[in-house]
Nanobody, 117 residues
Framework: QVQFVESGGGLVQPGGSLRLSCVASGSLFAIYALGWYRQAPGQQLELVATIATIRSGGTTTYADSVKGRFTISRDNAKNTLYLQMNSLKPEDTAVYYC????????WGQGTQVTVSS
């Protein structure tokens, strides 16, 4: 299994931006379709963005709530997944996690994103 370590969260004002990073262990990073998930307090885990393997075209998908504001990308040479978040809203406040698109690998600690004035 691949294991993930997320970073890049923090406190940001509404309308601001953050870039999250997720470094994966192991040598099989490139063969997985990946996703960014988030969980707000008292809410269920939500899949916000996915990216296919480069071999499959690297197709991306987004939840309606983040479409047009978030961009997912990957760098297979660095075993790293990114989430660029722009025009942040208070409702984006959550702990953000990365995992395979199916969510069946080991979960990391996540990174807290707080959007507040």
């Amino acid at each position: 299994q691949v294991q993930f370590v997320e970073s890049g969260g923090g406190l940001v004002q509404p309308g601001g931006s953050l870039r999250l990073s997720c470094v994966a262990s192991g040598s099989l990073f490139a063969i997985y379709a990946l996703g960014w998930y988030r969980q707000a307090p008292g809410q269920q885990l939500e899949l916000v963005a996915t990216i296919a393997t480069i071999r499959s075209g690297g197709t991306t998908t987004y939840a309606d709530s983040v479409k047009g504001r978030f961009t997912i990308s990957r760098d297979n040479a660095k075993n790293t997944l990114y989430l660029q978040m722009n025009s942040l809203k208070p409702e984006d406040t959550a702990v953000y996690y990365c995992n395979t698109r199916s969510g069946n690998s080991l979960w990391g600690q996540g990174t807290q994103v707080t959007v507040s004035s």
